[in-house]
């Protein structure tokens, strides 16, 4: 996966095995939906109820569309913890507004997290 930034929004295209599981080529985040941005090194609660579109294998991958907490997410996370209320940690957490999807969820190292945070306004 690689996090690209422009002046106006945060492109996320996935690669290879990615694509598979995700069912998506690219997601593109407009800077102005962004209303918080944080990184998570520590265990952080994933509370979904309903696969949309994507994969969920316990322990290797949640990838894709889910349903939780009254709104659309997408996630795209490597070794998930636990089933319907699972965790993970090293996560990037964007939550939206005026989008498809509340709550965009990834997997990246914290480098990566750092400058997407940084040009969301966010803080690590």
Not at 41 to 66: C, H, M, N, Q, Y
Not at 94 to 100: I, S
């Amino acid at each position: 996966m690689k996090l690209r930034l422009s002046e106006e929004a945060l492109t996320v295209a996935l690669e290879g095995w990615e694509r598979v599981w995700a069912l998506r080529r690219r997601l593109v985040v407009p800077r102005a939906n962004i209303v918080r941005a944080e990184w998570h090194a520590e265990p952080v609660e994933i509370d979904v109820w309903l696969r949309a579109g994507g994969t969920s294998v316990p322990g290797v991958v949640k990838a894709g569309t889910f349903l939780g907490q009254g709104m659309k997410q997408f996630f795209y996370i490597r070794r998930p913890h636990g089933w319907m209320r699972g965790a993970a940690a090293n996560v990037l957490v964007l939550d939206l507004q005026r989008t498809f999807y509340g709550r965009v969820v990834l997997s990246c190292d914290e480098a990566d997290a750092a400058r997407v945070v940084a040009w969301a306004g966010g803080q690590i």
